[in-house]
């Protein structure tokens, strides 16, 4: 930056300071009860998390009783057993605390933090918004609206949400007439540019089931309801703001702004504008892109460019998702990102009319003294900040600038807390500018500092740490999780429709088994089918008999000795080359679930990801394993304790997550030393298959993986009872696991071990709602748990256990959630559910679905008919703890409804059944989340989150009871099962001799 | 020390040091081979431990081949695989190695080490030893002569050690007469007081079977054969020195030396003397003690003052066995030692003639300061020092003090390397004076400085480290092994029979079932007896039938939910406090097991430590699963894995371990949360009834263990099939452990879990010998490992493979060893062997003895007679891997003999069987300990060292094939089969807010 503009945008900001001297914004104020917890929480980072959780729930506490029993949970946990002080603040002069009860307490508790809502709400109803965007008006400022709502999960909110604009904007529309336009108005535009009616509109509201997945579906369901609104705004003469959410939305939101500027019907009607996030690095790219598309369409547009409200989110999530960090991680640079964009939109005011969000008064200074550089008009941009926050600010700009819209998000309390919590968020964090400057007083000279300076005297002060990971075990990095399934990347959206073509073209071809190399055809074949279409045959897979299983248990037995003699490490390198080619190849493979099995483009990756992860993982924990351990330390004697493979073991894998599982269990059996017989399941066959190419291309010797599908009645029980078989690992029903185990148990002759058995099976998994659960969350997280790949997961949720006083609000808002999936071939993005996975599948849903009418009150059946295996949709209410629905696995899209007079009871339902594999919680109640975690016996539990998708390393998969024996798959003690322990001691004394060495303990 | 006598040392020393300037003990001469190596040796502590190594294998490498071998395996592992130059040094000049083959070099590194031995060795023969005495006295020393020999491990060897003193008495009575004495000879004594023949003889080597817990034993049978040496001796009118050897004969040796001096045959003769070592931290004790017995006695005694020799096995030793250090830990502080004593045994000059053996010119300055100071005469004390060694301070003291004799071993060059080893670690030593005289140069001042002020300024330079325990988990310390019996100590070896006194008092009660906290007594009764008096029934045991066990069952299950709901913390203090009660019941708990099931002493003493071993490792380990561990980092998302328990476990324990294994098991499921039903073994019910009082004791709440005997045949499988069993633990055979695996695969109505089995059962277990096995340990480890308890251990060797170029030697001394063995009631200490437990027992072995004469050639079979149940102690050979006696179990004193072809052929032959419990190679080839290592297939292995008594946490314990399933017991995995894992995630963004934790992985 040249150094005069340097040097004018300090000096305007000084001007700025000087003229609000003595201000601050009204949050800070210590003289209020506002001021005086935000202090508190700025000073106490445990106290402010309460606080900003307790804000969240408060909504939802209706009773008295649970407000207390939260004021209780949330804030009395240290060791006086009271609360803050703080909290009480003012009780006595205001008279609300004297000698005060509980409940009063937290009646006065709940008033003030309303109180602070309030206070950036422009009003909790239509008609007190409007009246206050009239007063707002008086007050010299311009308005944008935008009306508050909670995530949409059906179709009917989504209306709703549309409706609510159409509701406001008629209300205003009545209103206009009397507001006169700021500035020298010409054709009533306010300062001879901007419509005086201004509405901000979130996207992902309008459509329940948008997602970046179904990319056109979500622009098309998004624009279905925008439409509408921008058309009464047009009629207005209104204009209308696209708000920018999470960026899993921004692709989406750019694409779908697009559509509507050049709309034919609005086309020629300029008010439209989209907010871009100087905090992302990808935003530069995008505006320039943005400016390339209107210029190319000579179609000008509004555009407001903030820093960006999601940035805890966005960089959470993308750790989470094994993403790279989207957003610049400092936020000085952030605020230079700003600098750029500005001068970069300044720089095109002829097609962008430019509104520069922010209540930083450098950034607002850098904007003014880049326009002034540039000769921009003043009707070319305008400031914006938001209703109730930053006065000293906005007061500020008001002065200088003259044009400042306020941010007036109108709404009720409940949805107006979420927005709260944002807000307290910006004021206090350590970073923030407003914290910085009326908080903390810090100096005017550093607040307007170029950030570029800044940021280089961060970097100096606290060097980013070097990014090499740190090694592990012998050379390998740490393990990472493979990145989930990210469909913003506009690649790989059409990747999976390439890769499904390809693999229809390829119907029919015939699958061999493949024994100790070679692949051998047998003339008993059995086809396995496209369940959406079963008339379509992906392939004539070979069947082995028990002279085939022979052939592979010989040929397993005989590549034992070598592969047993490998080092962990060169077996854990082929492992991780497997992994490399499944990576290469990850759409290819997932494409093959979606078609085989019928599974959803995200889940049919992250499927293939979870394969790759067990590879990287047991690779590592097999080095770790595999180097001996020294057990105690005395001197002259040296105990090692370390493992060792058994020999032949049979895999039999499901059809569920037909590549993750097979590949997890096959994985740990190779790494540790044992050589495999896999039986595939006959409905995934194909991409069972999968695993022979991976491994071939990674070079693992001939006879260790024995590809060997067959059926089960035929070969099942020979293969278990087998004595040349040590190891046994299944993944399946409750009925076969418990035969394999029972058969197992018997000792035939020639038989050299005791057989391990190691068991998956079934589940029937249940999420509690509390009282006070995030119904956002916990809708989608059930209806995402129930319905994802049809129910059929063991993981899957089958029963919600729904608390009394929050029933008829959760039951009605899921029914309808329910209602609004679409549902048809997973091919086809649009659908989140489809066919199950085959026709006897389908015919115990079916049963299933005819008990639900008996057992319970049906609320939602949805009959989908076509070719496919289509299996109802069932929403069923009214199942009892003894209903067989309450009891019994499904395993496809049946979901009991049961109503728990309280989350003891709730808990306690939930482990009624003979299974205990997952199951969840959404609380907001820290003492109903501690009860969970202990009583709530299941293998996995999930607290504020769907009960799937356990990452490999992170939530070490499995349950006990009837859900499995065995450790957890994915977790530290799982490749302990596939191995045999042994200690080798010796005695280093020799003639009394004894080298003494580092690690012994030696006398003094 | 007062200031002027330090002076007066210090002057002497140095006037020492002027007399002998310039020479060096030829060791160190750098112009021989010798002085290389040893410099070498000196300089690279790797290179120094493998060229003791291969001294002390050296003299069974009787073949060039061989030879070649472990030159290449010992000296060629390094980076250029080549023998190391200074091993070669010299070649070219002495022509032996020019242009050398590998067999030549490795003639020509014999014959260097041979020399060095020799050099140490008076002569090989009676006839060269005579001979060279006779020099050595025409050089003016003294001698005193002692017999090299092997351990003897049995009676003959014995025998034969003290014939080889009578034979070179004999020899030496023919030349003395030759000899003029030293000095004013009066009466034939050299200067006047001593005898010119003086013998050296080292106790523990007259009788085979000498070992502190047999003490009175001891005593007597060295006596036996000490009694005609000494008679000889006197009759020669010579001199005898009980060399004082490792601490645990130090009791025996002095208990002996006092009634051989105190003997009416002796008692009139003054000529005896006794060695102590100055390194003990007892030392000055047992001086005091034998002094004040010489004036109460009225008997005057020779006592030679030595540092001592076997610092680094006695401190490793201890360390081992849990023992405090014996020794004084520096150097400087056994110098001090040396001197303090030295002035009390000059004190009591009139009393003890003083022997001051010591190569320390500081030591030796201070003895004849002393000796100055407190007037003592010339003839009341002599200087001693090592033939071979120091050759310029024996030299020195020959010119300043006269009085000089030098001790000077004779015999074969097999035991002489094991003396060699022992001389040049006393020459290599970083601390020794040697070294630090006379190869590094050390300046005088040091060298003779008070070894107080020495130890003050080591203290100063390296302070000794913090006593203080790191604390682990939760503050507890580190697990440590309860230290193993130490029948040194007078007390436990007289609390022995007390305990059993009170035993056979106590026996005839009536032992009830504990349920639920309530005795129980029942109709049906079994006896529990004494096998080695069958008529004695020590209890009459109360049999649960269906019924009880029912009711036990139904105990546990109520007493279940409280139990799992305390910390694990919580539990863990429950096992501490039994183990804290069984450590101070430790001896009665002992003698329960000698009477019930005829385990001697100091196994049933380890095996009550090692049930206190279980409770304190379990304690330790339910603490550190019981903490949850996080896994994964990702931000906003908690994952803790964690361990819970199951229910109810079966505990069904053996009675050959009856304390250890039962309290084991029980353990391990409590402390994870579990309650049990305990049925011991009918035969150890007493042993087993301990368990109550323990637990009962230590607060463990009523219904967590209930004490259910039973008859296997009632309620066996009933217990086992049961649906309120989870877990079921077993130690037994393999036939029993088999049946439960399977019975327990089947899932019963109402069963909450698949049944976890742990199973240890059977073993057939070898030991290898290899060709240069050292003999002098093999034949203990294997004769112990065999017949130990009577062999019923599932680690005991019941197989001893011998690789053919030993199988003489090893066969020969193994049966007379084992012919030497004392058979008896396990009561009395000095039997080694005893009945075995019953009297199926008993016909078990008797058939398997009847086998052993069809199947092989029995070497020895030593029946007894007598009312107990006593089974032939039985060595067969001939043994082939086909026969029975190779394959099956015995679980009795019957060791099977097999003579392979090969290392190869004996490890394929021990790896030939169903089981792969425990096994051990006795070998000295790095080669085959490694082969050993890697292809010895067994559950323990254990390398040049006996095959049982696995410690907890050290030597994790358990088999794999049909030897049992299961992780092992008292290692780190072991918990884990008791307890289900489970895996909490919580989500902790809420509205995207999200606490970053210290420990999350966050950006940058």
Redesign the interface.
């Known amino acids: 930056m040249n150094p005069q503009l340097d040097e004018a945008i300090r000096q305007r900001g000084k001007a700025f300071f000087a003229s609000i001297r003595g201000e601050s914004p009204s949050i800070f104020n210590k003289g209020f009860w506002t001021g005086k917890v935000m202090d508190w929480a700025m000073q106490n980072?445990a106290f402010k998390?309460q606080l900003?959780?307790f804000v969240?729930v408060l909504p939802y506490l209706t009773t008295g009783d649970n407000l207390s029993r939260h004021i209780e949970e949330y804030f009395a946990g240290g060791e006086a057993g009271d609360i803050p002080a703080v909290l009480k603040w003012g009780a006595e002069k205001s008279g609300l605390f004297g000698g005060v009860a509980a409940k009063l307490m937290g009646k006065a508790i709940r008033s003030n933090i309303e109180g602070m809502a309030r206070q950036f709400i422009v009003g909790e109803t239509t008609r007190e918004a409007v009246k206050n965007l009239g007063k707002i008006r008086k007050d010299g400022f311009a308005f944008t609206v935008d009306l508050l709502g909670e995530a949409t999960v059906s179709e009917g909110e989504s209306d709703a949400y549309r409706d609510g604009y159409l509701e406001v904007l008629a209300a205003i529309e009545a209103e206009q007439a009397h507001w006169k336009p700021f500035g020298a108005g010409t054709d009533d535009l306010d300062w001879g540019s901007a419509p005086r009616v201004n509405a901000s509109i979130k996207p992902s509201a309008l459509y329940s089931q948008a997602r970046p997945m179904d990319f056109e579906g979500s622009v098309e369901g998004i624009l279905a309801r925008m439409r509408p609104v921008y058309r009464k705004i047009m009629a207005m003469g209104g204009a209308l703001c696209i708000d920018m959410e999470q960026l899993k939305y921004k692709a989406i939101t750019i694409e779908l702004f697009k559509r509507l500027r050049a709309d034919p019907e609005f086309r020629d009607y300029p008010h439209l504008s989209i907010v871009l996030q100087a905090y992302l690095r990808e935003t530069e790219h995008d505006l320039r892109e943005l400016i390339s598309w209107g210029r190319a369409e000579g179609l000008p547009f509004g555009l407001r460019l903030v820093k960006g409200a999601?940035w805890?989110?966005e960089?959470?999530?993308a750790?989470?998702m094994g993403w790279p960090?989207p957003t610049w991680?400092?936020k000085p640079e952030s605020d230079m990102a700003h600098e750029k964009l500005a001068r970069l939109i300044l720089e095109n005011s002829d097609l962008v009319y430019f509104q520069c969000a922010s209540h930083n008064i450098r950034t607002i200074a850098n904007v003014m003294e880049t326009a002034a550089e540039l000769g921009v008009p003043d009707n070319r941009f305008e400031f914006q900040a938001l209703y109730g926050m930053a006065e000293p600010v906005r007061k500020g700009l008001l002065k200088v600038a003259g044009r400042v819209r306020l941010y007036c998000p109108y709404g009720e309390l409940l949805p107006g807390m979420?927005y709260l919590?944002?807000r307290l968020?910006e004021n206090t964090a350590n970073e923030s500018f407003l914290r910085q400057s009326f908080a903390e007083g810090a100096a005017e000279d550093l607040l307007l500092e170029n950030p570029a300076a800044t940021l280089a005297r961060e970097l100096a002060a606290h060097p980013?740490?070097p990014k090499a990971e740190p090694a592990t075990l012998d050379g390998l990095t740490a393990f990472r999780d493979e990145p989930l399934a990210d469909f913003t990347i506009a690649e790989l959206r059409t990747a999976f429709p390439a890769a499904i073509a390809a693999l229809h073209h390829k119907a029919g071809q015939t699958l061999p088994l493949v024994i100790g190399g070679q692949a051998l055809e047998t003339a008993d074949r059995l086809p396995t089918v496209n369940p959406a279409d079963p008339t379509e045959i992906l392939a004539q897979v070979c069947q082995a008999g028990m002279a085939e299983v022979n052939q592979a248990l010989a040929a397993a037995e005989a590549a034992f000795a070598d592969w047993r003699?490998k080092t962990p490490r060169q077996r854990a390198d082929v492992l991780l080359k497997a992994a490399a080619i499944a990576r290469r190849d990850i759409v290819a493979l997932a494409a093959t679930q979606v078609l085989e099995v019928g599974k959803q483009w995200d889940q049919a990756y992250n499927d293939v990801g979870e394969a790759i992860d067990f590879l990287e993982y047991y690779a590592r924990e097999a080095v770790r394993l595999g180097t001996p351990?020294r057990?105690?330390r005395?001197?002259?004697?040296k105990?090692h304790?370390f493992y060792?493979p058994?020999g032949v073991c049979a895999v039999i894998a499901p059809w569920n997550f037909p590549l993750a599982i097979a590949c997890g269990m096959t994985a740990a059996a190779i790494v540790t030393g044992n050589t495999v017989v896999f039986k595939p399941s006959g409905l995934a066959a194909l991409v069972g298959y999968g695993l022979v190419t991976i491994f071939q291309e990674a070079g693992l010797p001939a006879g260790v993986f024995n590809f060997c599908p067959g059926r089960g009645s035929v070969i099942g029980d020979y293969l278990i009872e087998h004595p040349a078989v040590s190891t046994i690992a299944f993944t399946g029903s409750m009925e076969v696991g418990?035969r394999i185990?029972?058969k197992?148990?018997?000792?035939h002759p020639g038989q050299?071990?005791?057989k391990?058995v190691i068991?998956e099976m079934g589940g029937k998994n249940a999420l509690i709602i509390d009282d006070d659960a995030?119904l956002d969350e916990a809708i989608i997280g059930v209806v995402y748990s129930a319905f994802g790949f049809q129910g059929q997961k063991c993981s899957a949720c089958s029963r919600v256990i729904v608390v009394d006083a929050m029933y008829e609000r959760f039951v009605a808002r899921l029914t309808e959630a329910c209602a609004s999936l679409a549902i048809g071939p997973a091919e086809d993005p649009t659908n989140a559910m489809g066919p199950v996975v085959d026709a006897a599948g389908q015919a115990k849903v079916r049963e299933y679905a005819a008990l639900a009418r008996q057992e319970g009150d049906v609320l939602l059946e949805r009959q989908i008919e076509g070719p496919g295996f289509y299996a109802p949709l069932v929403v069923v209410a009214g199942i009892r703890p003894e209903h067989r629905l309450a009891q019994e696995e499904v395993f496809g899209p049946i979901l009991s409804v049961m109503r728990a007079a309280s989350f003891d009871e709730a808990i306690a339902w939930a482990n009624s059944t003979?299974f205990?594999l997952t199951g969840g919680v959404y609380s907001?109640s820290p003492k109903h989340?501690d009860k969970a975690?202990?009583e709530f016996?299941?293998?996995?539990?999930?607290?504020?989150?769907n009960c799937v998708g356990?990452?490999v390393?992170?939530?070490?998969?499995?349950g006990?009871?009837?859900s499995?024996?065995g450790?957890?798959s994915g977790?530290?003690?799982y490749l302990?099962q596939f191995m045999?322990?042994?200690?080798?001691?010796?005695?280093t004394?020799?003639?009394?001799?004894?080298?003494i060495d580092a690690d012994d303990?030696?006398?003094?």
């Not at 005395?634 to 004697?637: C, I, M, R, S, V």
């Not at 197992?744 to 000792?747: I, L, N, R, S």
């Not at 045999?980 to 005695?987: A, H, I």
């Not at 004394?989 to 080298?995: A, D, H, L, S, V």
């Open positions: 980072e998390v900003f959780r969240d999601y805890d989110s960089t959470v999530v750790k989470q960090t991680t400092r979420a919590v944002r968020l980013p740490r003699d351990r057990m105690g005395e001197p002259g004697e105990n304790l060792e058994k418990l185990q029972e197992a148990a018997k000792v050299r071990y005791c391990r068991a995030d003979p205990a907001r989340l975690r202990r016996r299941v293998g996995n539990l999930y607290l504020n989150r356990a990452m390393g992170r939530q070490p998969f499995g006990s009871k009837m499995g024996v450790s957890k977790g530290p003690d302990l045999e322990p042994r200690v080798v001691t010796e005695n004394i020799r003639r009394g001799f004894t080298p303990e030696w006398v003094e």
